[in-house]
């Protein structure tokens, strides 16, 4: 395990927009001495890293009243959308209705209304804009526009001094007390200042997890032994370099000009294992057409992540389409990346951006012509501006694998990959994501089972050695396995969201967030805050966030009040509620000390269908309802039931707003 480091002690550090294609890869790494005395500011909660799990932690804990501080290496916050370059979603198909939370939809939505002034007469704006047309997702668009979306999102807390934002500056040195961090030094590439940020709880967001061995935190790389993890599917031995690879993504536009770059440095090393193939987890390969869509193939490889189809939009706003590039072919292996040697990572870096820069002058100059006639698209050119760097590329890779806490929980194949139509349950469910377990992986490609709609524990978040820390990004506790279906953007979302409302109450309580894991009165407070901020717990199809009984219905399941089927996703609040379904939820309320023995007695047993006044006798509303009990209103009485017997958080019951 890392030491800390000491006030005083020389630090090495990356500055990652100081990497460059070509010269010593050392240039990069920053040499610097901490100071012992240096300028303070106390916070209520430290986020490291701005990416997406750490805006979203920012924005829901500095929401929730705490001052937080967070800084961000790169010049954008937004990490694996923005400053990584992926401003294609990795999203699932319910990712638009139910399967995501409202402060992601929010987001989704301000950068679809940004385009909407732009569009052509006759495309269709609201919910299905997706101003690149791109295949791989419902929403392809620029990554400077989704940069100034979210801070446009984050600055009225800035603006009222409840967040504050350090861009271009890193994590240098940790000062804990025993368990318990108490500081941490961060550093600015730019000023080369100093800043000391006092916390009550940290958040490690970082995109490699690179807060953890800073902090002196317990962490696993690569893959764990199928002994450690029970998973049927990991290998026999651990393999702690077997991280997924790397990308650093560019965007290309077509030009009246052919480009004139000479070769980029180690293209004649790199270009033998370029192609516009990819071969699926299936094993199954498809051969792409450049620009014609060949068949067996959902499209072109220029449509694949396409941001912006010129053809939406009003003539003269775009003067070509823009396609963001991340293909297997600039996907990179390098066990550096996560090396404890500021100057292995640095070198690690180098050679993603080589990698790219020769597959973007092999798009130019030798891909295969989708007409049979020589080579090379050379009217092709990097659009330099498009990701915030000096060279067309992202300003960071876009990391699928980081180091991983050792946490409470640890998320496994199994808790994934079940026979029914959802994961696992967690108890400690503080929120929701689906993906497919799809692992680029630096070797053998492993046998990857079907994942099924997911819950992310809190468990999850908080490290078994560090009492005021939670993680937010891909370093929370799953296998190099799940990591592979948590990763992505909507989910990272969620994580980062739950973490911020854990870390808001920890501050303002004086407690460890393993505390309110650990007592079921906090971890249901914390649940129906979250529920009443519009995150999902539980999973359903049939019931978006809009949904009258929303709240209700993820509330009751995770109170255990109703149960779900095995065998789909659906809530089914329109469908009648069964006489042993009503008795099992009165019992399951009686336990809670809603309702007292003899009032809790009804027989509705064999009722196939109920009527609201064989309930009437319990009140609590039903007494005044009428007609056949239906699951959605039964929900909300449910919760009425529970909130008016004194359960945890009353503010934002369905009594208390009037449901």
Not at 25 to 42: L, M
Not at 191 to 197: E, I, K, Q, V
Request: proline share 5%.
């Amino acid at each position: 395990m890392a030491i800390p480091v000491a006030k005083g002690q020389a630090v090495r550090i990356v500055d990652p927009l100081a990497v460059r294609a070509e010269g010593d890869a050392a240039q990069a790494v920053v040499s610097v001495t901490v100071p012992a005395a240096v300028a303070g500011k106390n916070c209520d909660v430290v986020i490291v890293g701005g990416g997406l799990g750490g805006s979203a932690a920012a924005l829901t804990a500095a929401s929730r009243g705490a001052r937080v501080c967070m800084m961000e290496p790169t010049k954008w916050l937004g990490g694996q959308m923005t400053s990584q370059g992926i401003s294609a979603f990795d999203d699932n198909e319910w990712t638009e209705t139910t399967g995501a939370t409202r402060s992601f939809h929010l987001l989704r939505q301000k950068i679809r209304e940004h385009y909407a002034p732009l569009l052509r007469p006759g495309v269709k704006v609201g919910s299905s804009l997706n101003p690149g047309l791109c295949w791989v997702s419902y929403e392809c668009s620029e990554a400077e526009v989704d940069r100034a979306v979210l801070e446009s999102m984050l600055e009225p807390l800035v603006q009222s001094c409840e967040l504050i934002v350090y861009l271009r500056s890193a994590p240098v040195a940790v000062e804990r007390s025993r368990d318990r961090l108490r500081n941490v030094t961060i550093y600015n590439f730019e000023t080369h200042g100093f800043l000391r940020l006092t916390g009550k709880v940290f958040i490690d967001a970082t995109e490699l997890g690179e807060f953890l061995p800073l902090a002196g935190a317990h962490f696993v790389t690569g893959a764990e032994a199928r002994r450690e993890t029970g998973e049927p599917d990991a290998p026999a031995e651990a393999d702690p370099t077997a991280a997924q690879s790397f990308t650093y993504a560019f965007v290309l536009q077509q030009t009246q000009m052919a480009d004139e770059h000479a070769k980029p440095i180690g293209y004649d090393r790199y270009a033998p294992y370029f192609s516009i193939r990819s071969t699926d987890a299936d094993g199954t390969t498809l051969t792409y057409g450049m620009f014609a869509q060949l068949p067996k193939t959902p499209g072109s490889f220029w449509t694949y992540r396409r941001l912006i189809a010129k053809e939406q939009f009003q003539a003269g706003t775009f003067s070509s389409d823009l396609s963001m590039i991340n293909w297997d072919s600039n996907d990179v292996c390098d066990v550096r990346l996560l090396s404890a040697d500021p100057g292995e990572e640095a070198a690690a870096l180098q050679h993603g951006k080589q990698v790219s820069a020769a597959f973007a002058w092999w798009l130019q100059h030798d891909v295969p012509r989708d007409d049979g006639n020589g080579t090379g698209y050379p009217e092709l050119r990097v659009v330099e501006s498009a990701l915030g760097s000096n060279d067309g590329l992202s300003q960071f890779p876009y990391v699928r694998e980081s180091r991983r806490i050792r946490a409470l929980r640890t998320i496994r194949e199994q808790d994934l990959a079940t026979n029914g139509a959802r994961a696992v349950p967690f108890d400690d469910s503080v929120g929701i994501g689906q993906y497919p377990i799809d692992i680029h992986a630096c070797g053998t490609n492993p046998h990857l089972p079907a994942s099924k709609p997911y819950q992310i524990s809190l468990g999850a978040l908080i490290p078994g050695d560090l009492s005021n820390l939670l993680a937010a990004s891909k370093n929370i506790g799953t296998t190099h396995i799940t990591n592979g279906a948590y990763r992505v953007h909507p989910t990272e979302w969620a994580i980062g969201v739950a973490a911020g409302a854990v870390a808001a109450e920890a501050a303002r309580d004086g407690v460890a967030p393993r505390t309110i894991d650990e007592s079921a009165e906090r971890l249901r407070r914390l649940q129906w805050a979250l529920i009443n901020g519009g995150q999902p717990l539980v999973w359903f199809d049939d019931v978006p966030l809009d949904a009258e009984y929303f709240k209700s219905a993820q509330y009751a399941v995770v109170l255990g009040l109703l149960d779900l089927p095995e065998d789909s996703l659906h809530f089914a609040g329109e469908q009648a509620v069964s006489g042993q379904e009503a008795m099992d939820a009165i019992d399951e309320l009686r336990k809670l000390g809603t309702f007292d023995e003899i009032a809790g007695r009804v027989d509705l047993a064999g009722k196939k269908t109920i009527e609201w006044s064989s309930l009437a006798s319990l009140g609590h509303g039903a007494e005044r309802k009428r007609g056949m009990a239906k699951r959605g209103e039964f929900a909300d009485w449910l919760i009425d039931c529970y909130f008016s017997a004194g359960g945890p958080s009353p503010s934002g019951s369905p009594a208390a707003t009037g449901k």
